[in-house]
């Protein structure tokens, strides 16, 4: 049910935004797929994503955005991740390269919170490659910003088009083709934090002929890595792994004393320093990057010739090379001493020692990745028959992903040391560096992701109908997907202090047969039936049918619908992980009692127990129905506007299971089913004798809400002014039947982008206002404000066939609210903290 409150809080901000715009008179950021024609009302007619059947009138019941060539210049952004970030469409935010995480090179979309892999990447209608160390999520850095023509953003679900993941929506990455001359492109932003400065550079080269035309492109662009110290909210790190201890009772598993600072260290430098409360701390903060560094180099050719009048080939190469480096602090380690041993703090008494402490003698945690991304299809398109349009070809796209960690120790090796004197936490800088090299080790990984893939696709008109032909096109496509993540024996065996790794392996295929037939019943209505059958060879089949419809009634007005179902397979890795052990801390009073402990102590005292984490033979893939309702209108000639609402319900989610959830559904059967493949082994006498965890479906997500676009376009002053409104409205986010989180902390119910353009011919001006909506948790124990950034520049052309453009991004250099979120102070996928960033750009054509 639509919430009516909320709805008013978006339209206000609607119409204090438009308002803004007119007072303004400012840029345009972002077209509508629907553009207008100069000479005609009706909307424009262009091939966008979301339909495979060929029409004259492609706009149907599907709501597309499209973000050209020229929008996204005018975002000022070096990179097609960050000019994705700032769409009303990523609800939630994105990811941004993070140093310290798993996936430190990766910048994803996420379409209405939904989660990565829940939308998703085309180019040029083809699966973009899969990050191989992303739990599948689809990396906008393995693109070359160079090449791409326009972005275009299905906000619908597309299973059946598309298949898998195509749940939240579909991006299609649209490649370069047609070009003619020679093209060159440098450009440089500045922020105002320090360290996340931009770079880009572009070569593009094109030729045409009679029969045939080639484009090529070379690019490279980064970012710098910026610093926490250097960041908003920077505050002095506070943790007990500075150089603590705690007399631990080994027999018992409890510690007999609190954390204390080791006595006869120096807790004042290097780092290190001494809390109220007499603990010895360490200043992480100090020293580790809060974003990593990206660089990215790519090169890309594409070419198509008519072989003869009816046939012609096509192909395109994309290389992409992405490095990234990040910086976490000295790795926090816990070790346990042995009693009477050199650095046992209390010796003689019986128990061991447990040292809370901060390797920072061995420097600190680098980690470097590199990229390497292929993507190679040769295909060919002709006409049979003179009516049948046929499409088919062949594909093969390879991620392989090297990274490497410096600065970990080995526990076990460490704890050798600690207990033969020869590392001394009393004094760590004065080991001598041979000791101290011997208890650290280089931790890699290696990741490879390769689809190879064939596909054929057919269009043909049937028979005539009262409102035109109706025409279907049928296709097949088999592929096979082949992953490897592969860490090193020491990670993977649990021996790294402050890291871990488990290794996953495995291939599949995929077999798809999927059609869409287009029924024209009358003039003003038409009807699109779709449906796609997809087997995978591992964990079964899906089905996904949908239906969409478009009525055009007059002139100027559209209504569109469509409803449909879509699925979400399983990805490789978590079908493919190595079987991996854990020594679990649980709370199971019935083992905790044959373990000696009292009824009443074991209603709260952990125990360990064994856990194996494996791959669930059981696992099958997330449902999803989703519908959506919308109209397009245009009242004048110079201006439209679009209005969809969606609805998603997704149901058995793929979620992870830990050893206490299943435990405690052992215990309280209330709590729900034990999902198939996993479950708690107990012994005869009722304790636990194994955890067999891991991922399964259940649970289920819910979201629906508005899309709000609006345009003007009008000559002023001898120029053309144009605008551009959209607002994005999460009226409902649910979690299993839970509360409502649209508008909690971290998931706004309201984004907004207003865009305005002046152009003369030599002169282009322009602004883009950004607004993300506050946030509140129930209860108001937590209050975000609404964020809004301007941004300005403008463009002049030389008379050499030059570009020259100065832009500001947030002209009042504002940051986000400080508040913690998910370990950092600010949201840090929802919000960036650059403050005001200036940026230059040439462009020189030949």
């Known amino acids: 049910m639509l919430n009516t409150k909320k709805l008013t809080s978006a339209i206000q901000v609607a119409l204090f935004i438009g308002t803004a715009s007119l007072v303004a008179g400012n840029a345009f950021a972002q077209t509508q797929t629907e553009e207008k024609k100069e000479e005609t009302k009706s909307l424009d007619r262009v091939e966008v994503v979301g339909s495979r059947v060929k029409r004259a009138e492609i706009e149907g019941a599907l709501p597309v955005t499209v973000i050209d060539r020229a929008a996204i210049d005018a975002t000022g952004k070096a990179s097609v991740a960050d000019v994705l970030r700032d769409t009303t469409f990523a609800s939630f935010g994105n990811f941004r390269p993070q140093s310290g995480s798993s996936a430190q090179a990766l910048a994803d979309i996420d379409l209405r919170g939904l989660g990565s892999s829940r939308t998703l990447v085309l180019i040029d209608g083809r699966r973009a490659p899969k990050a191989p160390f992303a739990a599948g999520s689809q990396d906008l850095n393995a693109i070359p910003t160079s090449a791409v023509e326009r972005i275009e953003i299905l906000?619908?679900?597309?299973?059946?088009?598309?298949?898998?993941?195509?749940?939240?929506?579909?991006?299609?990455?649209?490649?370069?083709?047609?070009?003619?001359?020679?093209?060159?492109?440098?450009?440089?932003?500045?922020?105002?934090?320090?360290?996340?400065?931009?770079h880009e550079y572009a070569a593009t080269f094109g030729t045409a002929g009679e029969r045939g035309r080639m484009i090529m492109s070379a690019s490279a662009n980064d970012r710098g890595m910026v610093f926490t110290r250097d960041q908003i909210g920077y505050v002095q790190g506070v943790s007990v792994y500075g150089n603590n201890y705690r007399v631990y009772n080994q027999n018992t598993g409890a510690f007999v004393t609190a954390p204390t600072a080791v006595p006869g260290f120096a807790c004042n430098t290097n780092g290190f320093w001494r809390t109220a409360g007499g603990t010895c701390s360490f200043d992480f903060n100090s020293v580790a990057a809060n974003e990593a560094s990206i660089k990215n180099k790519g090169l890309f050719a594409r070419g198509d010739y008519q072989i003869t009048d009816n046939w012609s080939v096509y192909m395109t190469a994309m290389a992409q090379k992405v490095n990234s480096f990040g910086r976490y602090a000295p790795v926090p380690v816990l070790a346990l001493v042995a009693d009477n041993t050199p650095n046992d703090i209390i010796k003689g008494d019986g128990l061991a020692t447990a040292l809370y402490h901060r390797m920072a003698a061995g420097g600190n945690r680098d980690t470097s990745s590199d990229a390497n991304v292929t993507d190679?299809?040769?295909?060919?398109?002709?006409?049979?028959?003179?009516?049948?349009?046929?499409?088919?070809g062949i594909r093969r796209s390879n991620y392989r992903y090297n990274e490497f960690g410096t600065g970990y120790s080995v526990n076990p090796l460490l704890v050798a040391a600690l207990e033969a004197g020869d590392y001394l936490v009393t004094d760590p800088y004065g080991t001598d560096p041979t000791t101290l090299s011997s208890v650290f080790a280089t931790i890699n990984r290696r990741s490879t992701s390769t689809v190879e893939e064939a596909y054929a696709t057919a269009n043909f008109d049937l028979f005539e109908m009262a409102g035109g032909t109706s025409n279907m096109a049928v296709g097949v496509e088999s592929r096979k997907e082949t992953y490897a993540d592969l860490y090193d024996s020491l990670s993977e065996a649990g021996v790294i202090d402050g890291s871990a790794g488990n290794s996953a392996a495995g291939s599949r295929k995929v077999q798809s047969i999927f059609a869409e037939w287009l029924f024209p019943i009358v003039n003003s209505f038409e009807v699109t039936l779709a449906g796609r059958y997809d087997k995978y060879s591992d964990y079964g089949s899906d089905f996904a049918p949908k239906i969409g419809m478009r009525w055009h009634p007059v002139e100027n007005f559209t209504l569109r619908g469509s409803y449909g179902t879509g699925f979400r397979a399983p990805s490789l890795d978590i079908l493919t992980q190595k079987t991996s052990f854990s020594a679990d801390s649980v709370v199971d009073p019935a083992t905790c009692i044959i373990f000696g402990g009292t009824p009443a102590q074991c209603q709260t005292a952990s125990v360990q127990v064994d856990a194996y984490y494996r791959a669930n033979p059981n696992l099958s893939s997330e449902q999803s129905k989703q519908w959506s309702l919308g109209m397009a209108y245009d009242p004048?000639?110079?201006?439209?506007?679009?209005?969809?609402?969606?609805?998603?319900?997704?149901?058995?989610?793929?979620?992870?299971?830990?050893?206490?959830?299943?435990?405690?559904?052992t215990n309280n059967p209330a709590l729900g089913p034990i999902p198939a493949g996993l479950g708690v082994v107990r012994n005869a006498d009722g304790s636990i004798k194994q955890v067999n965890a891991g991922y399964g479906?259940?649970?289920?997500?819910?979201?629906?809400?508005l899309d709000l676009a609006a345009r003007t376009r009008f000559d002023?002053?001898?120029?053309?002014?144009?605008?551009?409104?959209?607002i994005g409205y999460v009226n409902e986010y649910t979690i299993d039947d839970g509360e409502d989180l649209a508008g909690t902390v971290g998931a706004p119910d309201v984004r907004a982008n207003l865009s305005n353009q002046y152009n003369t011919g030599a002169w282009t001006f322009g602004t883009i206002t950004r607004y993300i909506k506050g946030q509140q948790d129930p209860g108001a124990t937590r209050r975000v404000g609404g964020y809004t950034l301007n941004d300005v520049y403008a463009t002049v052309k030389a008379p050499w066939n030059g570009d020259f453009t100065i832009g500001v991004n947030n002209v009042g250099n504002r940051y986000p609210q400080l508040y913690s979120y998910d370990g950092r102070p600010w949201n840090f996928n929802l919000y960036d903290a650059y403050g005001r960033t200036i940026y230059l750009r040439y462009t020189q054509k030949f």
């Open 155 to 198: 906000s619908d679900g597309a299973s059946a088009v598309y298949g898998s993941d195509a749940i939240g929506g579909v991006v299609n990455i649209v490649l370069r083709k047609d070009f003619e001359g020679a093209e060159l492109r440098a450009g440089m932003g500045m922020t105002d934090v320090k360290g996340g400065d931009t």
């Open 376 to 392: 190679l299809l040769l295909g060919f398109q002709g006409r049979v028959w003179d009516k049948v349009d046929l499409d088919f």
């Open 716 to 726: 002023l002053a001898g120029g053309r002014m144009q605008n551009m409104l959209q």
């Open 636 to 665: 004048t000639d110079w201006l439209n506007f679009t209005l969809d609402y969606y609805n998603i319900e997704i149901e058995e989610r793929i979620r992870q299971f830990s050893s206490q959830a299943l435990i405690d559904r």
């Open 697 to 705: 479906n259940e649970g289920t997500l819910n979201t629906n809400g």
